[in-house]
């Protein structure tokens, strides 16, 4: 992954992100190639997909005997010493984790954003790439906006946009069908 930065612009070490104090406001720190993004605590708008997508997705997952856990905000995947991501909700299988040191991983068979309008280009753009250039497998872009989901797989470079009325799929998960309305309740 090569990413360059304005040398005037102030680059962290893991070591040096993880001694930073917690932000007062709650705001989420994340590290990508050394540099700092904050972004803004999420809302009760946030909190509610969060907990419908995860239900949903537990659901799915454990109706189609998928082997592997949901781990929620704080989990985190990181490479290098210098990238650090905390995704709001994301997928690792079995057969995935046991490719990964223990409590390092350093990738995800699916990554969840859930999108708001403070952060949707940073989830969009920055971080999108960061999780394909980290071999993420997939990502969904959940907007709380326009009530869609963006499945965005960048194994096979296949995206698809679900809206209500629509059933989400996976292609890393191909069994799994969520219903968008039940996403946004």
Not at 17 to 29: A, G, I
Not at 37 to 44: A, E, F, I, L, R
Not at 134 to 139: D, S
Not at 165 to 182: F, H, M, Q
């Amino acid at each position: 992954m090569v990413i360059t930065t304005s040398p005037l612009v102030k680059t962290y070490t893991l070591q040096e992100f993880w001694d930073l104090p917690e932000p007062s406001d709650r705001s989420k720190l994340e590290l990508i190639k050394g540099v700092l993004y904050m972004t803004p605590p999420p809302g009760d708008l946030h909190n509610e997909a969060f907990a419908d997508l995860n239900v949903q997705l537990q659901r799915a997952i454990d109706r189609h005997e998928y082997s592997g856990k949901i781990y929620a905000p704080r989990a985190a995947i990181w490479v290098d010493d210098d990238t650090y991501l905390e995704p709001d909700l994301m997928y690792i299988s079995d057969e995935l984790k046991a490719e990964m040191k223990p409590q390092h991983w350093t990738r995800a068979d699916i990554v969840v954003e859930i999108i708001s309008p403070s952060n949707a280009n940073y989830d969009r753009k920055t971080k999108s790439d960061t999780y394909s250039a980290m071999g993420v497998r997939e990502m969904w872009l959940v907007d709380l906006e326009t009530k869609e989901v963006e499945v965005r797989s960048f194994e096979s470079g296949k995206s698809a946009s679900y809206k209500n009325g629509d059933t989400l799929r996976s292609e890393v998960l191909p069994k799994i069908e969520i219903p968008v309305t039940a996403l946004f309740s």
